[in-house]
C-alpha cells in the first residue's frame, strides 16, 4: 500500500516535473545548446509565483509572471551568448548562479511557504472534491496537453522552423538570411519560461518555494529526456516527442519512488540519478550491438554472387 501511495504521488510530480523537461528537450535536443540556466530558472519560476500569491495575486496569473520571468532569464543567457560571445555552457552557469541571489531577493528570505494559503492546486480540490494528489496530476495533465499542443503549433511556424533549422545547421540557415542569434534567444527565452513555469507549479504544489529547490534540475530534464527516448525512440512525430518528455518525467519519479520505498536514503538520489541516466544512455548501445542483421533481400543475395 505505502509503494502505491508513493507511485501515485510521483505521477503526479513527474506531470509537473514533465513541463520542465520539454523546456530542456528545447534547448538541448532542438537548439542543441546546453542551457544550465535551468537550475536557477526553475526555483525563479516557485519564487516569483509563491511571493505574488501571499501578496494576493491570484494564482493563475503568478504563474503568468513565473512564465514571463523565466523567459526573461534565457534572454539573458541567450545575449551573455550571443552578443558577449561567451560559451553557450558557461552563459548557462554565469546565469544559473546570478539567479541563486536574485531568487533571495525575490522571496527576501531563502524560502516562502505556502501552507494556509490558497494556491490554483487548493482551488481545484475545492471547486472538485479532489485530493491534493489528484489535484495535482489534474493540473499537470492540462498544462501538459495545452503546451504540447502549442509548442507542435509554434515550431510548424516559420519562426519555429527556423529555431528547429538554427539547432540542426547553424551555418546552412544563416547562408540562407536568418539571424541565428535571434533564433537562440528566442529558443532559450521559451524553453526558460517553460521551466520557470514548471517551477511555479511544482511550489504550489509542495506548498512552498526554496532558493535550492532547483539544484539538479538539469540532470532530472536530460534524464527524463532519455528515458522518454528509450520508450519512444521509434517516434518522428514533434508532439509525440513532446509527450515522450512527460512520460519519461513519470517514469524517473516512479523509480525514484520506488526505491526510496524499498529502504535507500534520500541523500543517495543523485547516485541514484546518475546511474538511472547511464543505464538509459547504454541501452540503445546493447541494443545495436546484440540486434541480428537484417536477412539479405533476394536482390542483395543476386547481387553477393555477380
Request: aromatic share 8%; hydrophobic share 55%.
Given at each position: 500500500?505505502?509503494?502505491?501511495?508513493?507511485?501515485?504521488?510521483?505521477?503526479?510530480?513527474?506531470?509537473?516535473?514533465g513541463?520542465?523537461?520539454?523546456?530542456?528537450?528545447?534547448?538541448?535536443?532542438?537548439?542543441?545548446?546546453?542551457?544550465?540556466?535551468?537550475?536557477?530558472?526553475?526555483?525563479?519560476?516557485?519564487?516569483?509565483?509563491?511571493?505574488?500569491?501571499?501578496?494576493?495575486?491570484?494564482?493563475?496569473?503568478?504563474?503568468?509572471?513565473?512564465?514571463?520571468?523565466?523567459?526573461?532569464?534565457?534572454?539573458?543567457?541567450?545575449?551573455?551568448?550571443?552578443?558577449?560571445?561567451?560559451?553557450?555552457?558557461?552563459?548557462?552557469?554565469?546565469?544559473?548562479?546570478?539567479?541563486?541571489?536574485i531568487?533571495?531577493?525575490?522571496m527576501?528570505?531563502?524560502?516562502?511557504?505556502?501552507?494556509?494559503?490558497t494556491?490554483?492546486?487548493?482551488?481545484?480540490?475545492?471547486?472538485?472534491?479532489?485530493?491534493?494528489?489528484?489535484?495535482?496530476?489534474a493540473?499537470g495533465?492540462?498544462?501538459?496537453?495545452?503546451?504540447?499542443?502549442?509548442?507542435?503549433?509554434?515550431?510548424?511556424t516559420?519562426?519555429?522552423?527556423?529555431?528547429?533549422?538554427?539547432?540542426?545547421n547553424?551555418?546552412?540557415?544563416?547562408?540562407?538570411?536568418?539571424?541565428t542569434?535571434?533564433?537562440?534567444?528566442?529558443?532559450?527565452?521559451?524553453?526558460?519560461?517553460?521551466?520557470?513555469?514548471?517551477?511555479?507549479?511544482?511550489?504550489?504544489?509542495?506548498?512552498?518555494?526554496?532558493?535550492?529547490?532547483?539544484?539538479?534540475?538539469?540532470?532530472?530534464?536530460l534524464?527524463?529526456?532519455?528515458?522518454?527516448?528509450?520508450?519512444?525512440g521509434?517516434?518522428?512525430?514533434?508532439?509525440?516527442?513532446?509527450?515522450?518528455?512527460?512520460?519519461?518525467?513519470?517514469?524517473?519519479?516512479?523509480?525514484?519512488a520506488?526505491?526510496?520505498q524499498?529502504?535507500?536514503?534520500?541523500?543517495?538520489?543523485?547516485?541514484?540519478?546518475?546511474?538511472?541516466?547511464?543505464?538509459?544512455?547504454?541501452?540503445?548501445?546493447?541494443?545495436?550491438?546484440?540486434?541480428k542483421?537484417?536477412?539479405?533481400?533476394?536482390?542483395?543475395?543476386?547481387?553477393?554472387?555477380?
Amino acid at each position: 500500500m505505502g509503494i502505491l501511495l508513493a507511485m501515485e504521488g510521483a505521477v503526479s510530480q513527474g506531470v509537473l516535473w514533465g513541463i520542465m523537461t520539454m523546456g530542456v528537450f528545447i534547448t538541448f535536443k532542438v537548439l542543441d545548446f546546453p542551457d544550465m540556466t535551468v537550475d536557477g530558472s526553475f526555483a525563479l519560476g516557485g519564487s516569483v509565483s509563491a511571493v505574488l500569491i501571499v501578496g494576493g495575486m491570484n494564482p493563475l496569473l503568478s504563474l503568468g509572471a513565473a512564465f514571463l520571468a523565466g523567459g526573461l532569464s534565457g534572454i539573458v543567457t541567450g545575449l551573455l551568448h550571443t552578443k558577449l560571445k561567451i560559451p553557450g555552457i558557461l552563459a548557462g552557469i554565469l546565469s544559473m548562479i546570478a539567479l541563486y541571489s536574485i531568487n533571495i531577493r525575490v522571496m527576501g528570505r531563502a524560502n516562502t511557504p505556502l501552507l494556509g494559503i490558497t494556491t490554483l492546486l487548493s482551488q481545484i480540490e475545492g471547486l472538485f472534491g479532489m485530493n491534493k494528489t489528484a489535484a495535482s496530476l489534474a493540473a499537470g495533465l492540462v498544462f501538459s496537453a495545452v503546451i504540447t499542443a502549442a509548442l507542435y503549433w509554434f515550431f510548424g511556424t516559420e519562426l519555429g522552423g527556423a529555431v528547429r533549422a538554427t539547432g540542426d545547421n547553424e551555418k546552412m540557415i544563416r547562408a540562407l538570411g536568418v539571424d541565428t542569434d535571434r533564433m537562440k534567444i528566442a529558443g532559450l527565452l521559451l524553453a526558460d519560461a517553460l521551466v520557470a513555469l514548471s517551477g511555479a507549479l511544482v511550489a504550489q504544489s509542495q506548498g512552498y518555494a526554496d532558493v535550492g529547490m532547483g539544484t539538479g534540475t538539469i540532470v532530472i530534464g536530460l534524464a527524463s529526456i532519455i528515458i522518454g527516448e528509450v520508450f519512444f525512440g521509434w517516434a518522428r512525430s514533434f508532439w509525440v516527442k513532446l509527450l515522450a518528455c512527460v512520460f519519461g518525467s513519470v517514469v524517473y519519479r516512479i523509480i525514484i519512488a520506488i526505491v526510496l520505498q524499498l529502504g535507500l536514503k534520500s541523500t543517495d538520489l543523485k547516485l541514484l540519478t546518475a546511474v538511472i541516466v547511464a543505464i538509459a544512455l547504454s541501452i540503445p548501445v546493447v541494443r545495436q550491438r546484440y540486434a541480428k542483421p537484417a536477412p539479405l533481400t533476394p536482390e542483395e543475395e543476386g547481387g553477393t554472387h555477380d
